[in-house]
């Protein structure tokens, strides 16, 4: 089975190369799962309802979220009616919506995704390490294959959560500095992993804003707009090769046998 998980989608114009690039993008690497982080969708901060639905009619299957996930105000309503979209499963257990799905795949392989975020530098949440104990234990035994979004700001905290999973789950996939990391490997029990995805956007920018007021805002600390850049459009995200035919993992699940960088550029 091949798995595509898209790094943080920003603006329009990481909306535009998705787009653009998506649909050749499954034919040619025979894809059968798409994921992707799309908390950056709305003009780098937060998503709509539209947007969301724009993506997933694109043929990404499941839209994760963090720290962002509440930016846009209408998303409140619209979250608890589409399944497809996840905030961070830890956050708290009144906020609407959920941080798991459960599908079936274009070749008829059942799979979860979990999205949870971190805690160092961000928001305080519940602790990711026993939300991703409870939320796995919850899991149908059918579900073949589980890929997790680990949206965090340290480095230190995303491998710890990949190695803690390792032999649990399928792919452990960070996203969230929009920087893509060199880490990709699988881990010894089965588990794909790498600190960063990236970014889908605009990558001659300062993580996908404008240069210039965020330079500005370095020196001076005075509040200002960010606006998403439009230089050097790039799709960033990892392909992930599971295992069919060999021994599962201790969990039952498939086992990642490859992960691999992609990055595309626009036209």
Same mark, same amino acid.
């Given at each position: 089975?091949?798995?595509?998980?898209?790094?943080?989608? $920003?603006?329009?114009?990481?909306?535009?190369? *998705?787009?653009?690039?998506?649909?050749?993008?499954?034919?040619?690497?025979?894809?059968?799962?798409? /994921?992707?982080?799309?908390?950056?969708?709305? =003009?780098?901060?937060?998503?709509?309802?539209?947007?969301?639905?724009?993506?997933?009619?694109?043929?990404?299957?499941?839209?994760?979220?963090?720290?962002?996930? +509440?930016?846009?105000?209408?998303? @409140?309503?619209?979250?608890?009616?589409?399944?497809?979209?996840?905030?961070?499963?830890?956050?708290? %257990?009144?906020?609407?919506?959920?941080?798991?799905?459960?599908?079936?795949?274009?070749?008829? $392989?059942?799979?979860?995704?979990?999205? @949870?975020?971190?805690?160092?530098?961000?928001?305080?949440?519940?602790?990711?390490?026993?939300?991703?104990?409870? &939320?796995?234990?919850?899991?149908?035994?059918?579900?073949?294959?589980?890929?997790?979004?680990?949206?965090? %700001?340290?480095?230190? &905290?995303?491998?710890? @959560?990949? +190695?803690?999973?390792?032999?649990?789950?399928?792919?452990?996939?960070?996203?969230?500095?929009?920087?893509?990391?060199?880490? &990709?490997?699988?881990?010894?029990?089965?588990?794909?992993?790498?600190?960063? *995805?990236?970014?889908?956007?605009?990558?001659?920018?300062? /993580?996908?804003?404008?240069?210039?007021?965020? /330079?500005?805002? @370095?020196?001076?600390?005075?509040?200002?707009?960010?606006?998403?850049?439009?230089?050097?459009?790039?799709?960033?995200?990892?392909?992930? &090769?599971?295992?069919?035919?060999?021994?599962?993992?201790?969990?039952?699940?498939?086992?990642?046998? =490859?992960?691999?960088?992609?990055?595309?550029?626009?036209?």
């Amino acid at each position: 089975m091949r798995v595509l998980f898209i790094g943080d989608i $920003v603006g329009s114009p990481g909306r535009q190369i *998705v787009r653009d690039r998506l649909a050749d993008l499954v034919e040619h690497q025979h894809i059968d799962l798409v /994921i992707a982080n799309g908390e950056n969708a709305a =003009s780098g901060f937060g998503i709509t309802p539209k947007i969301a639905e724009d993506l997933l009619q694109l043929g990404i299957e499941v839209l994760t979220g963090g720290n962002h996930s +509440w930016d846009r105000k209408e998303i @409140f309503d619209y979250i608890p009616h589409q399944p497809r979209l996840l905030r961070p499963a830890n956050f708290a %257990e009144a906020t609407p919506g959920a941080g798991v799905f459960v599908g079936t795949a274009k070749n008829g $392989v059942k799979y979860a995704v979990l999205n @949870f975020q971190g805690r160092v530098f961000l928001p305080p949440n519940d602790d990711p390490f026993k939300k991703a104990d409870s &939320e796995l234990a919850k899991l149908p035994q059918d579900v073949a294959l589980v890929v997790v979004d680990i949206h965090a %700001e340290t480095t230190s &905290e995303k491998v710890a @959560f990949g +190695w803690y999973l390792d032999g649990r789950v399928t792919a452990v996939v960070g996203t969230h500095t929009h920087v893509t990391t060199a880490d &990709e490997r699988v881990l010894p029990n089965g588990t794909a992993y790498i600190t960063d *995805v990236g970014m889908t956007g605009p990558h001659e920018s300062i /993580i996908g804003m404008d240069r210039t007021a965020i /330079i500005k805002k @370095f020196m001076d600390g005075l509040p200002t707009r960010f606006e998403v850049a439009t230089g050097d459009v790039q799709m960033n995200a990892v392909l992930i &090769e599971t295992d069919d035919v060999g021994p599962r993992n201790e969990a039952g699940r498939l086992r990642a046998k =490859s992960v691999g960088r992609l990055r595309l550029r626009a036209d």
